[in-house]
T-cell receptor, first 114, second 114 residues
Framework: DAGVIQSPRHEVTEMGQEVTLRCKPI?????LFWYRQTMMRGLELLIY????????DSGMPEDRFSAKMPNASFSTLKIQPSEPRDSAVYFC????????????FGPGTRLTVL | AQSVTQLGSHVSVSEGALVLLRCNYS??????LFWYVQYPNQGLQLLLK??????LVKGINGFEAEFKKSETSFHLTKPSAHMSDAAEYFC????????????FGKGTKLSVKP
C-alpha cells in the first residue's frame, strides 16, 4: 500500500490567494483527519470525516478554511483567502476500523504564505 | 475527558545513553496508548501502541514503553541512544471505538549528542 498521499508537498503562495491541499487516504480507511502543525501551537486537529461525512470541524480556525471529502478516496482542505499566519505544515491522517483508533499520517504539505 | 501530558518539551542525551521520555495520561475508561515519532520534515510514524494485551510494549528501532495503570504513565525508553533517534516524539491516548479519536501530547524533541 502506498500509504496516505498528500499533494503538493510544498506550496508557496502570496497573501490573498486560494490554496488547495489534497489527500488520498489509504484504501479501505473510512476516517480522515486534517491537522495543522506550527512551532507555536504544535499539532492541532482541524476537522475529521467518517465515511465522507464531516463529524467535527470545531478546530477549523475560521471561515476562510473549508474541507471536503467528495468520495472515499479523496479529500481537500482549502484556504481562501490565505494569510501569512496560515503558514504551517498540514497533515492528513486516516484510520481504518475503529478499534484502537490508530491513525496513519501522510508526509504533510508545507505551506508558506508570503 | 482524556488528556496526555508529556513532561519536558526538549530532552538531550549523549549517544549510547538511556533515553527516557515521559508521558502521563488521564482517562475515565481503559485507554489505548501510542507513541509516534516525527523525523525532520516528515509525517508522524507509529512507534508502538498499548492495546491492553501486555503492559510492556516493544516497538520499532529498539524502543519500548511500559503501561503503569497505578501511575497513569506510559513512558518511552531505549537503552542506548543512537544519533538517528533525534526526532520529535508524541504520546497519544484513545478510548477506542466510535467514541474517541487520538488525543496527542505536545511532543518532546529528543536531541542526541555525539
Amino acid at each position: 500500500d502506498a500509504g496516505v498521499i498528500q499533494s503538493p508537498r510544498h506550496e508557496v503562495t502570496e497573501m490573498g490567494q486560494e490554496v488547495t491541499l489534497r489527500c488520498k487516504p489509504i484504501s479501505g480507511h473510512n476516517s480522515l483527519f486534517w491537522y495543522r502543525q506550527t512551532m507555536m501551537r504544535g499539532l492541532e486537529l482541524l476537522i475529521y470525516f467518517n465515511n465522507n461525512v464531516p463529524i467535527d470541524d470545531s478546530g477549523m480556525p475560521e471561515d476562510r478554511f473549508s474541507a471536503k471529502m467528495p468520495n472515499a478516496s479523496f479529500s481537500t482542505l482549502k484556504i481562501q483567502p490565505s494569510e501569512p499566519r496560515d503558514s504551517a505544515v498540514y497533515f492528513c491522517a486516516t484510520m481504518g476500523a475503529r478499534i484502537y483508533n490508530e491513525q496513519f499520517f501522510g508526509p504533510g504539505t508545507r505551506l508558506t504564505v508570503l | 475527558a482524556q488528556s496526555v501530558t508529556q513532561l519536558g518539551s526538549h530532552v538531550s542525551v549523549s549517544e549510547g545513553a538511556l533515553v527516557l521520555l515521559r508521558c502521563n495520561y488521564s482517562s475515565s475508561v481503559p485507554p489505548y496508548l501510542f507513541w509516534y515519532v516525527q523525523y525532520p520534515n516528515q509525517g508522524l510514524q507509529l512507534l508502538l501502541k498499548y492495546t491492553s494485551a501486555a503492559t510492556l510494549v516493544k516497538g520499532i528501532n529498539g524502543f519500548e514503553a511500559e503501561f503503569k495503570k497505578s501511575e497513569t504513565s506510559f513512558h518511552l525508553t531505549k537503552p542506548s541512544a543512537h544519533m538517528s533517534d533525534a526526532a520529535e516524539y508524541f504520546c497519544a491516548v484513545s478510548r477506542g471505538g466510535s467514541q474517541g479519536n487520538l488525543i496527542f501530547g505536545k511532543g518532546t524533541k529528543l536531541s542526541v549528542k555525539p
